[in-house]
């Protein structure tokens, strides 16, 4: 997006920010963590939701007086938008940062059934962040365990029993990649547990606007070592069903296990014989990747 220089010349380039309006397309961006004069959240949170993507999901999918829900509030970013919008707001997080913030472990909401008219969440992305010493904090599972997966399958859990039919949630997310660990698709493995519970409304790539996507040493790192650094998050629009007019998932094959369970060997090969419940491509490289690590080791 392009950002209106209103210097004068010979002044020092200052970058002004366009003005908030709805995104139109699939393709989401603003330049700044913030919209107006006053900041959303708190800049400095390590992991902070810029606020114009919060702003973005409560102006189509909420009204004035609907109840919003943070369940991973950070440093309350949805609250001061939900009130920039008149919307009432809920927020809870196992580290909360400020008094209108609940200590809640998202995983147990204390909110009734059905209360909810939307539900905005940024959880922890594997270990990148350190957020607290909680140690109910998912930030401390990585997602090369099913233990990562396990917890937000819980927390997503939740987040459809609070939420009213018929009503969205967006969930903001980015994939992970670590030197030494490499990729995981964290996007796709959470969509496939939303869908067990929501209908997809439309996948957002938003740009990420972090400042180690501009810095040398990491970009250098990136072409050197074959490797990209994370250029969008993902947000995930999804619809609750609405017993009267949405198709239930249900009649969709939903896989319910999570996906990094340990792949029995054996099994693959006497599948592979058969010519029967050959595994996906998926499965296989997987199976290929541990074995990999399984030979690497010595094992
Ligand atoms: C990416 S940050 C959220 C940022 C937030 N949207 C903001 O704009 O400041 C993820 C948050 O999840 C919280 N968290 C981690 N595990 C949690 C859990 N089990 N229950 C509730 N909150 C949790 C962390 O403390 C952290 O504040």
């Not at 006053?38 to 993507?53: E, L, V």
């Amino acid at each position: 997006m392009n950002m209106k220089n209103t210097n004068k010349p010979g002044m020092k380039y200052k970058k002004t920010k366009p003005p908030l309006q709805r995104q139109v397309t699939t393709l989401w961006d603003y330049p700044s963590q913030n919209y107006g004069d006053k900041m959303q959240g708190n800049q400095n949170y390590i992991g902070a939701t810029p606020s114009y993507i919060i702003w973005n999901l409560l102006d189509r999918y909420t009204k004035e007086k609907d109840l919003v829900v943070d369940p991973m509030c950070g440093s309350g970013t949805t609250l001061d938008v939900a009130r920039d919008l008149n919307r009432r707001a809920l927020g809870y997080d196992v580290n909360p940062t400020r008094d209108d913030i609940f200590r809640v472990d998202a995983r147990k909401l204390p909110l009734e059934d059905q209360k909810a008219d939307f539900v905005f969440i940024d959880p922890p992305y594997s270990t990148h962040v350190n957020y607290s010493d909680s140690p109910q904090c998912i930030g401390k599972l990585h997602a090369d365990c099913n233990e990562y997966y396990d917890a937000l399958r819980l927390v997503i859990t939740e987040i459809n029993r609070i939420l009213k039919p018929g009503k969205y949630m967006g969930l903001y997310v980015s994939d992970s990649h670590e030197i030494k660990k490499g990729f995981f698709p964290i996007g796709f493995e959470l969509f496939e547990i939303l869908r067990e519970f929501f209908i997809p409304v439309d996948i957002i790539a938003v740009v990420r606007h972090n400042k180690t996507l501009e810095m040398g040493n990491y970009r250098k790192a990136a072409d050197e070592g074959n490797f990209f650094l994370r250029g969008f998050n993902y947000l995930f629009i999804m619809q609750k069903p609405d017993k009267v007019k949405a198709v239930p998932p249900k009649k969709r094959q939903v896989k319910k296990a999570s996906p990094y369970k340990p792949v029995n060997k054996s099994k693959v090969d006497t599948d592979k014989q058969s010519g029967q419940n050959q595994p996906t491509k998926n499965q296989r490289a997987r199976a290929l990747a541990r074995q990999k690590k399984r030979e690497a080791k010595g094992l």
